[in-house]
Nanobody, 121 residues
Framework: QVQLVESGGGLVQPGGSLRLSCAASGSILSTLGMGWYRQAPGKQREWVAGITSSGGPSYSMSVKGRFTISRDNAKKTLYLQMNSLKPEDTAVYYC???????????????WGQGTQVTVSS
């Protein structure tokens, strides 16, 4: 089965930067759209950024201009560069693959376990 593992979270001061990574493993033949979501305590999980298989990015208005999503298909890794971090960015960040083609067929809506990002002074 497809496995997604996030890393790179931590504690950072407002205005600081972090780079999150999401490594995919399994019998993956190709990964279509991927994205980052986040969930703060007591709040719904929200979409942060997405990227197509060819690298076309899209962003939530709340992070546009501050975050950059990218992917390395050869390494099967998704990234999220987060700059100018704000306290409201504090959340568990999750990696998502909406469509993954594996040797056993398509898998949909695959999630990682998340990595904690805390922005605090």
């Amino acid at each position: 089965q497809v496995q997604l593992v996030e890393s790179g979270g931590g504690l950072v001061q407002p205005g600081g930067s972090l780079r999150l990574s999401c490594a995919a493993s399994g019998s993956i033949l190709s990964t279509l759209g991927m994205g980052w979501y986040r969930q703060a305590p007591g709040k719904q999980r929200e979409w942060v950024a997405g990227i197509t298989s060819s690298g076309g990015p899209s962003y939530s208005m709340s992070v546009k201009g501050r975050f950059t999503i990218s992917r390395d298909n050869a390494k099967k890794t998704l990234y999220l560069q987060m700059n100018s971090l704000k306290p409201e960015d504090t959340a568990v960040y999750y990696c998502n693959a909406d469509r993954v083609l594996t040797a056993r067929g398509f898998e949909y809506n695959c999630w990682g376990q998340g990595t904690q990002v805390t922005v605090s002074s």
